[in-house]
């Protein structure tokens, strides 16, 4: 395998099985595979010998350490979750008045003027909004969870429209990651879901991995 784009980073890199630190970096890279976020790629001696890993052909005397393969992750003193963060990822939360309404099969289930719109790289603007401006009575809350290594953690809600059941079609954190904190308890819906009306415009819904 050869990587798409191998960048430095100056962060402290930690993987600990239970109280043992396995691997321990200060001069790891990261590794594109993708083109939708990187992995570490760590020196040779910074790697526990009894942990399994790969190579990669354009970067000599580095090694892979699969995420699973360790309990936590840490840069520096914080737990990273899900996957490594990339540089070149941001998150902006801004408080705005636009007006926002959600349709789901022709029937409006959130209608606001105070959303919170969440810009993520390469994501379209996600558009989270107070429970009080949603129509909860449609939604059922479901057992899936996901996670975001710059979000946390999600859970989810399913919308239900005269007996038509659209599932995990809603998601929010109960208790974000700091750099998200603005969307704690909000709610959000699919914009490639849902029918969307911005400031009295129709929204297209965007193509995503999550269409």
Known sequence: MELLRIEPTGKWIRGMIGD????????AKLGWE????PWWYFPVADVDASLATTTAANLAEHVKVDWNAVDRWLE????????????FARIDCLQSSR????????????????PTILFET?????????KADVRMDLLSPTPTST????????????????GELYEDLVWGYDDP???????????????EKI?????????????????
Do not use: M
């Open 76 to 87: 520096e003193d914080e737990e990273v979750i899900i996957h490594p963060r990339s540089p």
């Open 147 to 162: 996670g975001c290594p710059y979000k946390g953690f999600a859970r989810y809600w399913s919308v239900a429209i005269d």
């Open 122 to 130: 390469g994501l379209p603007p996600r558009y989270y909004l107070p």
């Open 177 to 191: 990651l700091p750099e998200s904190a603005p969307v704690k308890e909000l709610v959000c819906f699919y914009n």
């Open 34 to 37: 993708h083109q939708y976020y």
């Open 99 to 114: 007006h926002v309404v959600v349709s789901v099969a022709g029937t409006v289930v959130a209608d606001s003027s105070r």
């Open 195 to 211: 029918d969307l009306v911005v400031d009295g415009d129709p929204e297209w819904r965007p193509v995503t991995p999550f269409s």
């Open 20 to 27: 043992r630190v396995v691997v321990d970096s200060r001069a």
